[in-house]
C-alpha cells in the first residue's frame, strides 16, 4: 500500500505479505486454545457478497443502510481520512493519509461536532495508527511509531520517538493498547507474495509504551490492517488477501488473533488447500480484493436495529459490512460479511464514538460520518 497508502492501497495492496516465524514467550495477548471460534473453511475463498443490498433504505447524506439509522456529517474538509483516535476528553483526533507519500500528511483535531479540523502534527509520512494512552498520542507510520503530549494551542509542546521498525517491513498500520498495557500493532509484508525477510512484516507485535521488548505476537498475516480488542480482551484484526491472482484471490479476512499462531503467509492466504490446514479459521469472510481496513464493535448491538456485530470497511467496494458477533463479543463461526453501510467512495477508518454512535472516515470523500439509531 504505498506499499502506499496503505491506505488506501493498504488498503488495496496493503497488506502485503510475510512471514512465518517463531512468536516469543510472555506475550500480552491470550494463548491460543482450542476455545477459539473455528469457523468452516467453506466460504474463505469466495467473495462476501456486497451486492445484497436490497434491504438497505436511504439513511441520509447520501448513505444507505438498514432502516432505524440516521447517517450526519460529523467532520469534512479530511481528505485522505486514515485513522481515529479519541482522547480522555471525548474529543476525535484524525490522520490523514494520501496515496503518494510525499510528506504532506497530517494529524487532525475536531474538537467537536462540526468543528472545522485543526492540523497539529504535520509533515507526517502515512501515518495509519492513531492511539490515545496515558495521556500520550501515539502516531504509527511509515517505518515508526512517535508520542505527542501537552497540547499547548494547535501543536504539542512535547514529542518523543518510540519505536523505529528495522528494514524489511512493509505498510505500518492499526496501534491498539492490550489490556495488559501494551501497544499492538500490525505491520504488512513489503510486497504480494514474498516470504519477507524481516521477522516483524506480515505480523502482529507488540511493545512497551517506551519503545522496549518489540516482539512478535503472531505471524504470516499477509497485512494486519484495523486491530479492535473485545470487552473479553479477544483481538479482531482484518487481514488483506493478495492482490495478484484475479478471481482466485479469495476474500479478506476478519480475524481473532492470539499469542503464538502462524497464519501461514506465504503459502496460506485464504485458499482452501493443504497449504492452509494447520493455519487459524477467519471469525468473518468478506469480499474479495476488498482492502479491508477500519474495524469497530458493537457488542451489546447497535441500537435495535441489529445484534452484536462487528463493522469492517471495505475500501475498494465502498461499504462497510457486518460480522454477527455474540453478546460476549465471541464471532460467530462461519459467519460471512454483509453489507450494512453503503455509499461511500472508500471507507477506511470506523469506531465506535463515546456516545455509542459509529464514525466512518470516508478517504476518498474526506467526509467523517455518523450513524446512530433515530
Request: with cysteine; proline share 7%; aromatic share 6%.
Amino acid at each position: 500500500m504505498r506499499h502506499l497508502i496503505a491506505l488506501l492501497s493498504i488498503l488495496v495492496v496493503a497488506g502485503c505479505s510475510a512471514s512465518s516465524t517463531s512468536l516469543e514467550p510472555g506475550s500480552s495477548l491470550a494463548p491460543a486454545s482450542s476455545s477459539a471460534p473455528t469457523p468452516s473453511a467453506g466460504p474463505s475463498a469466495n467473495a462476501a457478497g456486497s451486492g445484497a443490498t436490497s434491504s438497505l433504505v436511504d439513511i441520509g447524506d447520501g448513505l444507505s443502510g438498514p432502516s432505524g439509522l440516521v447517517a450526519s456529517t460529523y467532520a469534512a474538509g479530511l481528505a485522505h481520512v486514515a485513522a481515529f483516535a479519541f482522547d480522555d476528553s471525548g474529543r476525535l483526533w484524525v490522520s490523514t493519509a494520501a496515496y503518494q507519500d510525499d510528506g504532506t500528511d497530517a494529524v487532525y483535531l475536531v474538537a467537536t461536532p462540526g468543528a472545522t479540523p485543526v492540523a497539529i502534527v504535520r509533515e507526517q509520512h502515512t501515518p495509519l495508527g492513531l492511539l490515545w494512552h496515558d495521556g500520550e498520542l501515539y502516531v504509527a507510520a511509515k517505518g515508526r511509531v512517535d508520542a505527542y503530549s501537552d497540547l499547548t494551542g494547535s501543536s504539542f509542546a512535547k514529542h518523543r520517538t518510540v519505536l523505529v521498525l528495522p528494514d524489511g517491513v512493509g505498510e505500518v498500520n492499526g496501534l491498539m493498547a492490550s489490556p495488559d498495557g501494551r501497544l499492538v500493532l500490525g505491520i504488512s509484508a513489503p510486497c504480494d507474495s514474498c516470504k519477507p525477510t524481516s521477522p516483524y512484516a506480515a505480523a502482529v507485535v507488540s511493545f512497551r509504551p517506551d519503545g522496549t521488548d518489540l516482539r512478535v505476537e503472531a505471524s504470516g498475516i499477509r497485512a494486519p490492517t484495523g486491530l479492535i480488542y473485545s470487552s473479553t480482551g479477544q483481538l479482531y484484526v482484518t487481514m488483506n488477501q493478495r492482490d495478484d491472482l484475479g478471481d482466485a484471490t479469495p476474500g479478506d479476512w476478519l480475524g481473532i488473533v492470539e499469542h503464538g499462531q502462524d497464519w501461514g503467509f506465504p503459502d496460506c492466504y485464504g485458499q482452501d488447500d493443504e497449504a492452509c490446514t494447520s493455519a487459524p479459521r477467519p471469525v468473518g469472510v468478506l469480499d474479495q480484493h476488498a482492502a479491508a481496513s477500519g474495524v469497530a464493535l458493537a457488542e451489546r448491538g447497535f441500537g435495535t436495529v441489529v445484534g452484536a456485530s462487528a463493522f469492517v470497511a471495505e475500501w475498494a467496494k465502498g461499504v462497510v459490512m457486518r460480522v454477527a458477533i455474540d453478546a460476549a463479543g465471541t464471532a460467530s463461526a462461519s459467519a460471512t460479511g454483509e453489507p450494512f453501510l453503503t455509499g461511500f467512495k472508500n471507507p477506511v477508518p470506523v469506531a465506535t464514538a463515546p456516545d455509542g454512535s459509529l464514525l466512518v472516515g470516508d478517504w476518498g470523500s474526506g467526509i467523517v460520518y455518523r450513524i446512530a439509531p433515530g
